[in-house]
């Protein structure tokens, strides 16, 4: 089944029972100062299941561009080394507002998995909120109940808040979950360790796939949960692990999602995907990033400076360095990837057609700017990694990494744990802090609702950002 089949049959499987399809929602938020980028499917409804608004229909699906690059869904450090967490994601979704609830969702759910999709219910395990006294929650004893009433018993798994309880971010709607998981392991290996004790341990083949969040609460800005005024059904599987499973692959790599891409890179580079894991890495970083970066700027998110234009700039840095030093690509080669990209997504997602040009354009230009200094700036790196006697590296030298060279300090810091060194972040906050003061022109320059660093008074503290290699950047919001 291609992915377009796929992706397809869900929306149609949700259609019969009287979902109204809806399209995506661009990837970057442009009016939430909670959110930078769309990390879910319900980030677009999240007036409706707080009763500030009404939708047209109460029964909802779609499939929605996400991106888990920052806040409380942050993945970009998994991504390339593992074979199934990405920055930009398809998430396939139904949603009930105020309508059904654990009832229909969980039988619907092991309907398409298992009638439909005819995946062997002996593969599948799911789970259910085990409770928290944290938030005084117990046992979701609703939901225990309907999955015994299909699976044994010992497929079915109690998780905690961290896995079982799914939140947007800091505040906002939120509740319990039962999630999907999948045991892609060839069978001798099913025999020897069971699947159970597999789920949420990071195994790259007992994989989550689905996740059905039963809405019933907000989080409040103090921490607290207030009840909904309705209850609602809110549902994301990953489409590119559904496409896994389905095509019978063990990496999302592997299907013909990033097939393409990956093929391209091959012929352009000349090097061979699956020789070599530090070869492998950098390609399926590659292959990765294009798609977040083309579709930011399909959504008019260009790379810059500031807030999200920042993020999507140190994506993309983020994949010229990994080409540049494992691909040995030493002129842009990233934007060739645009084409492929679209003809691979441009039926589902017409923008990226549409913008086509401007995005080849505008990757071209990123990326021959960076490598025009990316050479001379590792150079520089090394001479500081040479002689350093502690293997740390001072912050004034990042600092002028950062400066001088565009290298943004995650990507500093992803080289050097690559190398066993490590980053004084304080001192680089030092030195940045330093040139803001003597600008104190950051805050006016910015256009955007994020700044990375700053320190001014007349800024709002938000939050830690958790960026690669723990380096903590902190986060404010212009009031
Ligand atoms: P995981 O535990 O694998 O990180 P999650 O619990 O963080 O996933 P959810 O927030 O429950 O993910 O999102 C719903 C679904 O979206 C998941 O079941 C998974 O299939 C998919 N998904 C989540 N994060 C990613 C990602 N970074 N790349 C691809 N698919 C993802
Ligand atoms: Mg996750
Ligand atoms: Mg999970
Ligand atoms: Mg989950």
């Known amino acids: 089944m291609t992915s377009q089949e796929v992706r397809n049959q869900f929306l149609n499987f949700f259609k019969e029972k009287n979902h109204k399809i809806v399209p995506s929602a661009p990837m970057v938020m442009k009016d ?107 046992l979701d004893q609703e939901a225990y109940d309907l999955w015994k009433a299909i699976v044994p018993e010992n497929r079915i798994i109690k998780g905690n808040k961290k896995d079982n309880f799914w939140e947007m971010g800091d505040q906002g709607p939120c509740g319990p979950c039962s999630e999907i998981h999948v045991d892609i392991r060839p069978k001798e290996e099913k025999q020897k360790v069971d699947g159970a004790s597999l789920v949420n341990q990071d195994h790259p083949q007992v994989v989550e796939i689905w996740n059905l969040v039963f809405m019933q609460f ?66 399926r970083v590659v292959a990765d990033h294009v798609r977040a970066v083309a579709f930011s700027i399909a959504d008019g998110q260009l790379p810059s400076n500031t807030g999200a234009g920042y993020v999507i700039r140190r994506i993309l840095r983020r994949a010229i360095r990994y080409g540049f030093t494992f691909l040995d690509t030493n002129k842009p080669f990233i934007y060739r990837l645009v084409k492929v990209l679209g003809e691979q997504m441009g039926k589902a997602f017409p923008e990226l057609k549409e913008q086509y040009q401007l995005i080849e354009n505008v990757i071209k230009e990123e990326e021959s700017s960076f490598l025009s200094t990316l050479e001379q700036g590792l150079v520089l790196l090394d001479s500081v990694i040479n002689s350093s006697k502690d293997k740390t590296i001072a912050g004034d030298k990042a600092f002028e990494l950062y400066d001088t060279f565009g ?73």
């Open 407 to 479: 290298f943004p300090i995650d990507l500093t810091a992803l080289i050097l744990e690559e190398k066993g060194y490590q980053l004084d972040t304080k001192g680089f906050e030092k030195a940045l802090k330093a040139q803001k003061d003597r600008s104190r022109a950051a805050s006016e320059v910015s256009k955007d609702d994020w700044n990375v660093l700053l320190t001014d008074a007349e800024q709002e503290f938000i939050g830690y950002d958790s960026l690669e290699a723990n380096v903590k950047l902190v986060k404010y919001r212009k009031v």
């Open 218 to 283: 907000n989080r409040k800005a103090n921490g607290s949960l207030e009840p909904l005024p309705e209850k609602h059904i809110d549902t994301g599987m990953g489409f590119e692990r559904l496409c896994m499973v389905l095509q019978g692959k063990q990496s999302n790599y592997d299907t013909d999602v990033f097939t393409p891409l990956i093929r391209e890179v091959e012929i352009i580079t000349g090097k061979k995907y699956g020789k070599d894991e530090q070869t492998d890495i950098a390609i």
């Open 32 to 138: 939430d100062p909670t959110l930078m980028f769309t990390n879910a499917g319900m980030n677009q409804f999240k007036e409706y299941f707080l009763g500030n608004s009404v939708p047209k229909s109460k029964r909802l699906t779609d499939t929605q561009k996400c991106l888990r690059v920052s806040g409380k869904h942050n993945d970009l450090e998994e991504v390339g080394k593992d074979t199934y967490h990405h920055t930009m994601f398809e998430m396939l979704g139904n949603w009930s507002i105020g309508d059904y609830f654990k009832k229909e969702a969980i039988a619907w759910a092991w309907e398409l998995l298992t009638e439909v999709f005819k995946i062997d219910k002996e593969s599948l395990y799911v789970s259910v909120f085990e409770g928290s006294e944290d938030d005084g929650l117990p």
